[in-house]
């Protein structure tokens, strides 16, 4: 068993490195080996961040069908483990996932679910990025937007105090570019002026 769970360490390391230079299909290779290992000998942690590692890495290469899948694996393996950052984190991408798919619904699902566990944890800058991604989501449902624009609106405004808040000065900035364009779309030059203008 330990000659298993070293083999699975060294696989999951070899696959950390091609990730982070970037050479995701060595990096898949190496992390469903280590996978299948740390699965089978249960350990359930280590399989966790696995799952997550992996399906960023098909999220970066643009298969967003198989990052989903491993996404929603990593979030069952983290709440069995009550893994409650980890589960948040979890949400927050698959919501982004869903998003671009065009599954609304699930993609509001994942970042209510996202925004609750941020708020809960006091992780305010993950906080920030779920209300951004919410108003992405908003924004880009084209029939929710028509009815209810004040909602993509209202998460933009939500995000950009929470950046405020704790100086993340590029991520507001980047927001209020965002809302900035958005209420341009609405018509609404002068309140869109003021946000760009509070961009700069």
Known sequence: MKDQESNAVYFFVRGQKDFQKGNYQNCIKDLIYAQ???SSIGNKRQSAETLLLL??????IN??????QFYSLAISRFQELDHLPKI???ALLLGEIYREEGEFKKSKQYLAKATDIFTNLSNIEKLGDSWKELALTYQTDLIE???YPARAVNAYKKAIEIYKKIKALDKKAEVENDLGHLLVSQTKYEE???VFQNAL
């Open 192 to 194: 869109s002026l003021k």
């Open 63 to 68: 298969q967003f069908s198989q990052a989903r």
């Open 88 to 90: 948040g984190e979890c």
């Open 55 to 60: 399906g960023t890495a098909y999220y970066n």
């Open 145 to 147: 937007y028509s009815a």
């Open 36 to 38: 299948e290992i740390f």
